[in-house]
């Protein structure tokens, strides 16, 4: 879940960005759709599947 709301976050930031025509403070969303795009990216990675990757115990034989 946390991958497909990163991925949304991310590409409704990158569109927000691209049509902002002004710096920080001027209103158009520059700021937040920089922050859509950031915390999209940590969704995205926090959301992956993880793979464990351990090995099987070793057995001690005498």
Do not use: F, K, Y
């Not at 700021?31 to 599947?49: D, K, N, Q, S, Y």
């Amino acid at each position: 879940m946390a991958l497909v709301a990163g991925l949304t976050g991310m590409v409704i930031g990158a569109l927000n960005l691209a049509v902002a025509d002004g710096g920080p403070g001027t209103g158009t969303g520059v700021v937040g759709g920089i922050l859509a795009l950031l915390l999209g990216l940590i969704a995205v990675v926090l959301g992956r599947p993880h793979r464990l990757t351990a090995s099987p115990p070793h057995r001690v034989t005498s």
